[in-house]
C-alpha cells in the first residue's frame, strides 16, 4: 500500500529579525502580500497593527516579532516587509513579517522537537536545519490564541449521561504538538469526565498504540494534529490504518488548518474525519461516532 500523504509538505520560511529565520508549514498560507497600508482597528490588542483589505475582505495583521517577542518593527522598517495571509483557526489573519526567504520541501520526519533551552521556545513546535542554518518553526496557533482567545462556549461540550457513558470506555488517544491545542482537548474532556492518554507528537503515539495494541488495549479513538514534527498526522494515520493491530482505530485529524484539500487528503490517508479547531461539541460528536463504529466492528 503506497501512502498519499504528502511528505514533503513546503515550508515557508521568514525572517522576523536580521539574523534569525522561522517557519510556517504552507498548508496555513493563502498568499504573501507586500506592506500595505492598514486601517487602525480601536481597543485591538498591542501586537494588531490594524487591517488591511484583501480584494474585499478586511483582515487583521499582526506584528509577528511582536507577538513573539522581538521589538516592534519601526514605521521606517514597514514599507520593506511583508504581509503573509494565514487561514488558521477558523480565521483570516495576516502576520507582518520583516522578510521572506523561500519556500522549501520539507519532510516532516526530519524536523525535531526544540531543545529546551532554545529562546522563545513558548513559540516554537519544532527545529530542522536548511543549509547548516536553524530553522525554529512557530506555533501559529499559540500566538492567535494569546491575541484572540477562544470563546468559553467553544471550549466546554455539553452531552447527556447517555452519551457520556457511552464515551467512558472508549480507549481514547489525544495527539498534538501544540501546547495550547493539547489543553484545550484535555480540559474538554476533564469536563466531561472522561478519559484519555495524550501524546506530544506522532511518532510517540504510534509508538504508544503499537504497545497498547499488542498488550491487547488497542486505542479505539485516535485525534491527532496534522501539522507536526516527526510523524504528521497524515502519515500517522496512514500507518495506523496500514497496521492490522490497529486499524481498528476512528480517526480524527483536528486542525487549525481549514482548507477543503486538507479534509481531502485526510481521506485519502484513511481518516474518518477531519475539523477544524476548536469546537468542542464537534469534537465530541465525532468520537461518539468512533463510539458507533467501534460497536460496527466484528467482535
Known amino acids: 500500500m503506497t501512502s498519499k500523504a504528502n511528505q514533503s509538505q513546503g515550508m515557508l520560511l521568514f525572517r522576523l529579525s536580521p539574523l534569525q529565520s522561522f517557519a510556517i508549514g504552507t498548508l496555513k498560507v493563502k498568499e504573501i502580500v507586500p506592506y500595505t497600508t492598514l486601517t487602525a482597528i480601536p481597543h485591538a490588542h498591542p501586537t494588531v497593527l490594524g487591517a488591511a483589505n484583501m480584494r474585499g475582505t478586511t483582515i487583521p495583521v499582526i506584528d509577528m516579532a511582536m507577538a513573539v517577542g522581538y521589538r516592534r518593527l519601526s514605521k521606517e522598517e514597514l514599507s520593506h516587509c511583508f504581509i503573509i495571509i494565514t487561514d488558521c483557526r477558523r480565521m483570516l489573519v495576516g502576520f507582518l513579517v520583516r522578510g521572506i526567504d523561500k519556500i522549501i520541501e520539507c519532510n516532516w520526519r526530519d524536523i525535531e522537537a526544540p531543545p529546551t533551552p532554545l ?30 482567545p477562544d470563546d468559553p462556549s467553544h471550549l466546554y461540550p455539553v452531552l447527556t449521561d447517555v ?11 489525544l495527539v498534538d504538538d501544540s501546547s495550547v491545542a493539547r489543553h484545550q482537548l484535555m480540559a474538554a474532556l476533564d469536563h466531561i469526565n472522561i478519559p484519555y492518554a495524550v501524546c506530544n507528537n506522532g511518532k510517540e503515539a504510534l509508538a504508544l498504540m503499537q504497545t497498547r495494541a499488542r498488550g491487547h488495549q488497542p486505542f479505539d479513538i485516535l485525534v491527532s494534529d496534522i501539522e507536526m514534527p516527526g510523524l504528521d ?34 481521506h485519502q490517508v484513511g481518516a474518518h474525519e477531519a475539523l477544524t479547531k ?22
Not at 290 to 295: E, F, L, N, P, S
Request: a negative charge; aromatic letters at 8%.
Open 233 to 266: 498526522g497524515y502519515e500517522l494515520a496512514f500507518e495506523v490504518q496500514n497496521d492490522r493491530l490497529l486499524a481498528g482505530a476512528y480517526i480524527i485529524l483536528h486542525t487549525s488548518l481549514s482548507s477543503k484539500i486538507s479534509v481531502e487528503r485526510a
Open 119 to 148: 529562546g522563545h521556545r513558548l513559540f516554537v513546535t519544532g527545529v530542522t536545519y536548511v543549509n547548516g542554518q536553524l530553522i525554529q518553526l512557530l506555533d501559529v496557533e499559540l500566538i492567535l490564541s494569546r491575541i484572540y
Open 278 to 299: 476548536f469546537e468542542a461539541n464537534e469534537l465530541i460528536q465525532a468520537m461518539l461516532r468512533g463510539a458507533q463504529h467501534h460497536d460496527s466492528l466484528p467482535a
Open 163 to 173: 452519551q457520556r457513558e457511552r464515551l467512558k470506555p472508549m480507549q481514547i488517544l
